[in-house]
C-alpha cells in the first residue's frame, strides 16, 4: 500500500543545535501530522497541518518547534534549539482529508525517526 | 476531552491461548474507534476500525466491538500466534475535537511465547 517515508531513521545531535526532520506523505494526502513516542510508549500527538497551516497544536508542541511544506516538498518538523527532553522517536502521519469522516481516519504512519539529543 | 484508557501494560500469552485487552474510551460525541498494531521498529499500522456503535471489525483474526453502553472496544483473538507479538493500540478519532487528530490510548505490550 501507499508509504509515508521519513528521513533520516536516526539522528544523534548535539543540545542546543537545530535538527530538522523530513517527511514525504501519501500522495493525494491533505493532512499531514507529526507524533511523538518516548520509549515504545504512548503515542502522543503534536501537531496537524493542512493547506500550508497548522491547524492545531497541542501542549508538548514548544515554542522551539516549526512545521512546514514548501510547495508541496517534504513536510517537515523542525526543532531549534534542541533540549534533552526531545529525545524520541517521532513519527509523521498523513490522511486524505476527502470522503468524510470515514475516510479521514486512515493514517498512513511512517517508520519514524530515532532522535537522540546528547 | 476525548481520552483513551488501556489498563494492561503488559500481556504474555503462549502460542493458541485466547487474546483479551481492554480499552475503554470517553468523548461526548459519537467517534471511529480503530486498533493499531505496532511491530518493533515501525510505525502504528492500522489494524481495524469501527464507526458505528454496536458494530464489529475483524481483521486477520482479530475482533472488536464498538460498544456504546459500556464505552468499550476490547480487542480479542481466539488462538495468538508468535508472529502477533507487538504493542496494539487503541485509538479514537473524531470525538469531541475533530475528525483530523488521532487519540491514543498508551498501549499494551503482548509477548507471545512459542
Known amino acids: 500500500g501507499p508509504k509515508v517515508l521519513q528521513i533520516p531513521s536516526h539522528q544523534i545531535i548535539d543540545m542546543g543545535q537545530m535538527v530538522t526532520l523530513n517527511c514525504d506523505p501519501v500522495?493525494?494526502?491533505?493532512?499531514f501530522y507529526w507524533y511523538k513516542q518516548i520509549l515504545g510508549q504512548q503515542m502522543e500527538f503534536l501537531v496537524n497541518?493542512?493547506?500550508?497551516?497548522?491547524?492545531?497544536k497541542s501542549k508538548l508542541f514548544k515554542d522551539q518547534f516549526s512545521v512546514e511544506r514548501p510547495d508541496g516538498s517534504y513536510f517537515t518538523l523542525k526543532i531549534q534549539p534542541t533540549a534533552l527532553e526531545d529525545s524520541a522517536v517521532y513519527f509523521c502521519?498523513?490522511?486524505?482529508?476527502?470522503?468524510?469522516?470515514?475516510?479521514?481516519?486512515?493514517?498512513?504512519f511512517g517508520s519514524g525517526t530515532r532522535l537522540l539529543v546528547i | 476531552g476525548d481520552s483513551v484508557t488501556q489498563k494492561q501494560g503488559q500481556v504474555t500469552l503462549s502460542e493458541d491461548d485466547f487474546l483479551f485487552i481492554n480499552c475503554t474510551y470517553s468523548?461526548?460525541?459519537?467517534?471511529?474507534l480503530l486498533w493499531y498494531v505496532q511491530y518493533l521498529g515501525q510505525g502504528p499500522q492500522l489494524l481495524l476500525k469501527?464507526?458505528?456503535?454496536?458494530n464489529k471489525g475483524i481483521s486477520r483474526g482479530f475482533e472488536a466491538t464498538y460498544d456504546k453502553g459500556t464505552t468499550s472496544f476490547h480487542l480479542q483473538k481466539a488462538s495468538v500466534q508468535e508472529s502477533d507479538s507487538a504493542v496494539y493500540f487503541c485509538?479514537?478519532?473524531?470525538?469531541?475535537?475533530?475528525?483530523?487528530?488521532?487519540?491514543f490510548g498508551k498501549g499494551t505490550h503482548l509477548h507471545v511465547l512459542p
Open positions: 497541518f493542512y493547506n500550508g497551516k497548522v491547524m492545531e
Open positions: 502521519a498523513s490522511s486524505p482529508g476527502t470522503g468524510g469522516l470515514l475516510a479521514n481516519s486512515d493514517y498512513t
Open positions: 469501527v464507526t458505528t456503535a454496536n
Open positions: 468523548t461526548t460525541t459519537y467517534p471511529t
Open positions: 485509538a479514537l478519532v473524531g470525538g469531541d475535537t475533530n475528525a483530523y487528530k488521532v487519540i
Open positions: 500522495s493525494n494526502h491533505l493532512y
